[in-house]
């Protein structure tokens, strides 16, 4: 049995699913700020567990109760799995085994490949506990590999203009997906001091990122520079002149984001399943259930129209019960 109380949890295992109230037992899928908490313990993998730590306050007392994927544990009797989600790093989905029935919480999740972090593993369920960001038919990502070569074509078009190429990217995940892109393709690439906090993460977690420097005013010139979103109107970028801006978004698809977010270009490039993704995700997993979360309640009703027994679950101030 799962409900929404504010927050996903399973109550028969006294167990929260990406909790960001402090919970005493919380699964984390992810170390993005949006999913995590400081909790009495934490199920995660470890590259969860090291990229959590210095994301959440000093003061945090967290323990990290780390599994590797396909480990079988049990949390109060009842066995439990780790597999990966395809997200960013360490993400992972949970899947809880009970008698005959399989439930899976899938967390962010991607299926397309990505260069970071292990491919999405999808399992046969009985419930399908799923986020759906980009539920709506039009959110349809191109190729993968086509968008990153345009990534690099656009810095080289920008190097040949004088101007320096400046792409905002999630400081967790989406970052260090570019610099790979880019150290790769042999450009020149420099971050923000918390972009480079994290690629020094991923690479004592073992993830070659290629070559890349951590930003220096002095030295900047002819580098392509990754930076997060929040720092596009910063004192450092207006120094800039003049600059050409990408931002990395799924919401690229929509015609007015570049405007939006006052950029030269917007590019699709997510590390969420797209809408093709989601319903290919529940064709394999085959659940009699599914519970869809975060994005749009039309992708519920999508699912309904194929004939998926397929549910909106979202935060009520009722608590709301489902078999």
Not at 53 to 82: C, M, N, Q, W
Not at 205 to 223: C, K
Request: glycine content about 6%; hydrophobic content about 40%; aromatic content about 8%.
């Amino acid at each position: 049995m799962i409900c929404i109380n504010d927050e996903l949890q399973i109550p028969s295992l006294g167990l929260w699913l990406d909790a960001r109230r402090p919970r005493s037992v919380s699964f984390i899928s992810h170390a993005h700020s949006d999913h995590i908490g400081n909790h009495g313990r934490a199920i995660v993998t470890n590259a969860t567990a090291e990229l959590c730590r210095p994301r959440l306050p000093r003061s945090s007392t967290t323990a990290y109760d780390v599994h590797e994927y396909g480990e079988k544990f049990s949390i109060a009797d009842t066995s439990v799995e780790l597999i990966p989600a395809g997200h960013i790093l360490g993400s992972s989905q949970i899947v809880i085994q009970s008698d005959d029935h399989t439930l899976v919480y899938t967390g962010d999740f991607k299926l397309r490949a990505g260069r970071t972090q292990a491919r999405c593993e999808v399992r046969r369920c009985n419930t399908l506990v799923m986020e759906c960001t980009y539920g709506r038919p039009h959110y349809r990502f191109p190729d993968r590999c086509t968008v990153e070569a345009e990534i690099v074509a656009r810095c080289r078009a920008a190097f040949e203009r004088n101007q320096t190429p400046v792409i905002y990217a999630y400081a967790l995940g989406k970052a260090q997906e570019i610099v790979d892109v880019l150290s790769r393709a042999k450009l020149p690439v420099m971050v923000h001091a918390v972009v480079a906090r994290i690629c020094t993460a991923y690479e004592s977690l073992g993830v070659s990122l290629g070559s890349w420097v951590p930003f220096d005013e002095a030295t900047r010139a002819e580098h392509v520079l990754v930076m997060p979103p929040d720092a596009r109107r910063s004192a450092m970028i207006k120094k800039i002149f003049p600059r050409f801006e990408i931002a990395v978004t799924g919401w690229a698809i929509d015609a007015g984001t570049r405007f939006r977010l006052g950029v030269d270009v917007a590019l699709p490039y997510s590390d969420h399943a797209d809408f093709s993704e989601l319903i290919e995700y529940v064709e394999r997993a085959q659940p009699d259930r599914v519970y869809c979360l975060h994005g749009f309640p039309e992708f519920a009703q999508h699912l309904r129209r194929c004939g998926v027994d397929a549910r909106w679950l979202a935060p009520q101030t009722q608590l709301e019960l489902f078999p």
